[in-house]
């Protein structure tokens, strides 16, 4: 076996197509590493073996035989274990769904599986999605391939550590309040939350469905257009799927940000730690000398937002995994004698503490004596503040702000659910309001990755990966 591989998933793809190596050895390639890193990292939740060396067997087969392949067909992938794989158990970090395998494919997976990328297995995550260092995962955190005894942030920390640890060359996340941005920032790989509506959400399992967005973590910008390109568009099988095309991303990332307006968002400035600021301010400067014209504008509600998402989102929550009563999926509780016993304990044995805590503070949020109060004041801060944030986007092309207010934290460092939904704090404005935005890496603070945040107007992908791509031109 040739070691290594390229890392990058395009760099791969071209290797692959001019047969400077097969698709067996660059799954094998990532399966060693795997068998390498593992124990250490525990990226993964499953490991599809097989599975991987057999649809690499049959790229190299049909690729012996002459046939044209779409560009990734031979890029091994990894796939948040919250997205459902037909034939591979989908747990979503949950005793609940320990052993539920679907009998369906997500569409993301389906259009990368028709397009010929592997799957190596099923990423660790905050049970459900819901946390933000992997630690909440019922099956034992995954660690920062960068330090081991830190956090890999989170949920999608499964998918992050495997890009950055190179076990996989990309891979799908979920992000619903930074669950891609946040993780690929404190990994050091490049993660992109793309338009509500820009990929189906269709095999997802949904956490908050008003926000849930399927998200890509990459090694480069180009690799994330190019994955971007291979799952994004139309499906009827989700009523929120956008009718909008997607081809030409990749052919912009290239184009520079010369004439594009980016707004330095002011409070993101104040809220980061010293280093974070130092890149956000470097970031600036290099964004200048490339020929975009940056400008300081203040959000005043940024800080406003995030208490305003755990509302609405444990409030969706509540009611999403109703479903979990220990009857239709999942664990059931095999001695309760009656239905109310069956229900109650299911849901305390199967659910771990915060998806709990969710499940309370949303029922809470919705009861008749709160619902004003709290969801309707939440809905009210999210349709004001995405209206402004909109405004913010018709006179500048991109917001520009850290991806997390600081880096990678020792694990066992923040005790407080409190202190971990902080991290959150510059992710969620875009989930608040569906808009795209991209975590690019851009330098570092003691050693730790920096990621930088750009946010868009909706369905503007491309001046999104633009500016991230001349961020990582000076990172090289
Ligand atoms: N970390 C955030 C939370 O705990 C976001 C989670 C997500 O995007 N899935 O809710």
Redesign the pocket.
Known sequence: MREPIPDSALALSRALSRRELSAREAALACLSRMEAREDELHAFLTVTREEALAAADRVDSRRAAGEELPPLAGVPMAVKDNLCTRGVRTTCGSRMLEHFVSPYDATAVARLREAGCPLLGKTNL?EF????DTGASAFGPTANPVDPARVPG???GGSAAAVAAREALFALG???????R?PAALCGVVGLRPTYGRISRYGLTG??PS??QIGLLTRTVEDCAAVLEAVAGFDPRDATSARVFSEGVLRAVGEGVRGLTIALVRESEEEASPGVRRELLRAVRCLESRGARVDELSLPFLRDMLPA??IL?AAEASSNLARFDGVRYGFRAPEAVSWQELIRESRSRGFGP?VKR?ILLGTLALTKERYDACYGRASRIRAATGAALREALARFDLLLLPASPETAWRRGEKRSPVA??R??LF??PA?MAGLPAVSVPFGAEQGLPVGMQLVGRAFEEAALLRAARALEEENA
């Open positions: 905050d999605a819901m946390g933000c989170g949920s999608s979920s992000d619903t309040g930074g669950s891609v946040q956490f908050a926000f849930d998402y755990h989102a915060e969710r971990l939904y991290s959150d992710a969620v989930s």
